[in-house]
């Protein structure tokens, strides 16, 4: 199976109710192509010549896709942009920026190609199943790309105070999927740690880089090194995701305690994601399946209260496989970062699930399944599609 093929193979459509009623918000729908946003944002950024802090929008949308979002920029042009990748159409004026808490959800269509008869059988049978059964709400590896090779958390170093491993973690630790560039700062980071004049000279220039020459700065001056301060001249963005790492991390080893502990181990297919092993219900129980459909479960941070029962207990056994507690997972310092609060289901119903198969004009003697559905906010794709296609 291959996913991705074209860009328009993978189209995400935000859901809101949101329309323009006046206000100083100008409220805008973005469409774009194999473009990450954070990338079309910033070229908004430097187009209209304006500060980030003003736009405002609901979240991170896939880089290799068609995407459709919506944004605000407070007293925005009213007009609209295109670009190479992207357009931005003005839609008018709203009363707030627009916030994650605005989307009611995503409608998807993906295309599955380079599928055999076998490949195509075995999926529309996991679609009925999933139909009546479920999905569990797992947090997919996207949401994991921070984590690199040596496994370890950057927020849980940083949860825990220590800042030179996270700073560490931050620069140098290295990912499977780094290019040769990024590779070899990275590599020079790791022979020269601590000797940050000779690491300033050596490093090519980037964000990476002023982060060094804060270091030799302070170290020449006759000061100790600053780790704390050099991790908060990381873009508050990308500390942001560090954070929702480690706590979907922890949120994605909670359920699949929780599923093991509502279902009978027979029923249940493990599978693996970068946060660990994780678990498709298959045959769940009545009673099983109604308890996992009523199910929430808390993101865990320090600013939750421990739950009560056998959700409380689990966590306690999550938390203690990462030796941190409950307490311990807030951001001391900047304070221009938290962790979110809140519950997430245990398990969704994609709605309006459709799948259609055809040739695949791609792939020679093969088959292609279309798919078509809605998800909840937050709720991701791939994990339907790992479902579909990796569950004998």
């Known amino acids: 199976m291959k996913l ?21 918000f100008a409220f805008y729908r973005l469409t774009k ?134 700073l560490w973690l931050a620069l140098a630790d290295p990912h499977v999927n780094d290019p040769s560039a990024e590779k070899q700062q990275k590599q020079l980071l790791r022979e020269l740690w601590g000797q940050w004049s000779e690491c300033q000279q050596r490093l090519a220039r980037s964000s990476r880089s002023s982060i060094v020459t804060y270091m030799s700065d302070k170290v020449n001056a006759g000061k100790d090194p600053d780790y704390r301060g050099a991790l908060a001249r990381i873009a508050v963005d990308l500390r942001g995701l560090y954070l929702s790492a480690f706590q979907s991390a922890l949120w994605n080893r909670l ?44 993101l865990p941070c320090a600013r939750i209260e421990r739950p009560e029962g056998m959700i409380g207990d689990l966590l306690e056994e999550v938390l203690k496989a990462e030796r941190i507690e409950l307490r311990e997972i807030r951001v001391k310092y900047p304070r221009d970062s938290f962790f979110s609060k809140g519950l997430r289901r245990a398990i969704i119903r994609p709605a309006g699930l459709q799948c259609q198969t055809s040739d695949d004009d791609l792939h020679p003697q093969r088959s292609k399944l279309t798919l078509a559905f809605e998800l909840p906010r937050g709720s991701y794709a791939t994990i339907l599609v790992k479902r579909l296609t990796e569950v004998s």
């Open 255 to 298: 359920l699949t305690r929780f599923q093991d502990a509502v279902c009978d181990p027979g029923s249940l297919q493990p599978f693996d994601l970068l946060s660990g092993r994780c678990v498709f219900p298959m045959n769940p129980g009545t009673q099983q399946f109604e308890t996992l459909l009523q199910a929430e479960l808390p």
């Open 4 to 24: 991705r093929r074209l860009p328009e193979d993978f189209q995400v459509e935000e859901l809101t109710q949101i329309s323009p009623d006046g206000g100083p």
């Open 33 to 166: 192509t194999s473009i990450g946003t954070p990338e079309a944002v910033n070229a908004i950024v430097e187009k209209w010549k304006m500060h980030r802090k003003r736009i405002s929008d609901g979240g991170l949308k896939d880089r290799h896709a068609v995407t459709v979002q919506y944004l605000t920029i407070h007293s925005g042009p009213r007009k609209s942009l295109r670009q190479n990748s992207f357009e931005l159409e003005y839609l008018g004026q709203v009363q707030a920026p627009f916030t994650p808490a605005d989307q009611e959800g995503n409608r998807f269509q993906l295309v599955l190609r380079d599928m055999t008869a076998d490949e195509i059988q075995r999926a529309k049978a996991a679609i009925a199943q999933v139909q009546s059964t479920g999905l569990p709400n797992y947090f997919d590896d996207q949401r994991f790309g921070s984590l690199g090779v040596s496994g370890e958390w950057i927020a849980r170093a940083w949860c825990l105070g220590n800042w030179e491993r996270a």
